[in-house]
């Protein structure tokens, strides 16, 4: 896997192309809590085919390295960092879980860098590893998010459940929600043809 250094540390990444096609949508992926590339694996075949698909790990997962962080902003500092270390344009951001958090912190400090976000499996609090989001704050900041925005979980996700969803729907303006039967928080893995195919849409959308 490719290497970026950011801040004495790496944040290793796959992507199945070295570099975007002037007509593809850069699409960054990003995992939550405990996670790496494979859990995005279902993901990889189907957007190289028109997509520009990027895959990063966090730092302390997978194989990139340094300690995970006990704050979103901080995982956050080091997904723009990653972001300006490959000067990429802008980009469509695809979080689960925690990755979703994340993704929520850049789609307030940075909506210049983004095209668009999806939120899978997530809210503006967890279930999954609850002390990880000491300091955030966004119960009333995500309606400040202005960017097209895909809400997507799965219906028996029982750590973020549907109505965390639903609740980022109501706050986002530019948002829409789809809620996928028969799927659970590990929704890209277990439903990834139905996943896959309304994160497209809604980037051939948007793009």
Known sequence: MPIVR???GQMNYWTSKENPSGASEVVLFVHGAGGSQFVWSYQKTFFEKGFYPIILELPGHGE????GEDEIGRYANHVH??????GLPKVFLVGHSMGGAIVQTLALAHPELIHGIVLAG????LRVVPEILNG???T???EGIDLPTLVLCGEEDDLAPVKYSEFLRSRIPRSKLEVIPGA????MMEAPGAFNEKVAT????EG
């Open 64 to 67: 990139s390295g340094g300690r």
């Open 140 to 142: 009333k900041e995500v």
């Open 122 to 125: 997530t809210g503006v609090r």
């Open 81 to 86: 960092a990653f972001l300006t270390a490959l």
């Open 6 to 8: 950011i801040d004495r």
């Open 136 to 138: 955030i704050r966004m």
């Open 184 to 187: 659970g928080h590990m929704v």
């Open 202 to 205: 809604f980037i051939h959308g």
